[in-house]
């Protein structure tokens, strides 16, 4: 994906509605709580809402006790919500229906590609690390579908336009790295919209639930940069095939913040026990310095100055955070 600093935040027509939308995988890691602070902040500091999605879809990351715990350590850092919590869990019927739209458009079709196949080293990478679908599955005839059926169930997948069609290059303001460029065709290839397990993939659960929810501005890693693209044009897809009101088409301000990385560069998952939520609390550790220590990392705060969200209010700005937009590293005395 090509970016460039030098676009101008748009300025939202109607109230902005934010988002935070964890996994149910584990407790919250300090990486998880910068996500949700300057979402949280990106909504309020506008005089909007936001909202609370757990994206519990696939059953190996959801954990109903880690979702009890997830909505525990937003209070306790001091961030609160307008609607929610709702359950991707819940709503796999919608996703059945849009998946059904897009294969009645004949948008999509059965892949069969293995885990290793896609991953292998001699395919294709984007810039992210991630690969670049190559179509192998996009033309098979209806005995190969058939032959193939019968020995592995198919994943669904969707097909976007060639590389170079102007139709599949989409254009993205961030509002932490500025105006960002895709060529769907050349940079991802066709996605998933399916998996061979039947549980509906990220890309199109996220994007139908943030156009049917109203979301007009999405905080999150930067890690999640490169589905930026993916949903825009997807969006607009469904609401050209009416799987969303019209009105849904336009896409959600986008917003990547800088992730929090381990000494080694690795950026922080709850495999770090030692940095989540629940170690964090048990060591004594107040939530204002958790939160004052996080809006430090980006700007809003000084370097040991305990703070809570609903103070960092009248500091908030976007260009605070674009200029301090660089991943941190958390080492030993972080919360000291």
């Known amino acids: 994906m090509e970016t460039s600093t030098t676009g101008t935040s748009p300025t939202p027509s109607s109230p902005v509605v934010g988002r935070f939308a964890p996994t149910p995988s584990g407790r919250m890691h300090l990486g998880n709580a910068l996500a949700a602070l300057l979402a949280w902040l990106g909504a309020r500091s506008a005089g909007g809402r936001i909202l ?8 190996r990351a959801a954990d109903p006790e880690a979702a009890r715990l997830i909505l525990e350590d937003l209070a306790w850092l001091g961030l609160d919500w307008d609607a929610g ?27 069969f590609c293995t885990r290793g196949e896609l991953h292998a080293a001699s395919a294709p990478h984007a810039s992210d690390g991630t690969y670049v679908y190559q179509g192998t599955c996009r033309d098979l005839s209806a005995d190969e579908v058939a032959a193939k059926a019968r020995r592995r ?18 254009h993205v303001h961030d509002l932490v790295f500025g105006d960002l460029s895709e060529d769907l065709g050349r940079d991802c290839g066709d996605f998933l919209v399916q998996r061979s397990d039947g549980v509906t993939a990220y890309q199109l659960a996220v994007t139908l639930d943030d156009a ?17 693209a993916r ?4 969006r607009a897809t469904l609401a050209r095939l009416g799987a969303v009101p019209a009105g849904a088409a336009a896409p959600p301000e986008f917003a990547h ?6 000494p080694d560069g690795r950026r922080l998952s709850k495999r770090e026990h030692d940095l989540d939520l629940g170690a964090i609390r048990a060591r004594g550790v107040p939530a204002p310095r958790v939160v004052g220590r996080l809006a430090a990392c980006v700007g809003l705060a000084e370097a040991r100055e305990d703070v809570m969200p609903d103070e ?17 590293t958390v080492r030993e005395g972080f919360l000291g």
């Open 212 to 228: 049917l929810m109203g979301v007009t501005q999405v905080v999150r890693g930067r890690d999640l940069m490169g589905s930026a």
């Open 231 to 234: 949903q825009t044009w997807l």
């Open 153 to 170: 169930t198919p994943a669904c997948r969707l097909a976007v336009p060639a590389p170079g069609d102007p139709a599949g290059i989409v």
């Open 312 to 328: 960092l209010l009248a500091r908030f700005s976007w260009e605070v955070v674009r200029a301090h937009r660089g991943d941190v």
């Open 257 to 262: 913040v800088p992730l929090l990385v381990a």
């Open 85 to 111: 919590p709702t359950f991707q869990s819940e709503r796999r019927q919608l996703y059945a229906g849009a998946v059904s739209a897009l294969h009645d458009a004949d948008l999509t079709y059965p892949c």
């Open 52 to 59: 609370l999605r757990i994206e519990d879809l696939d059953p």
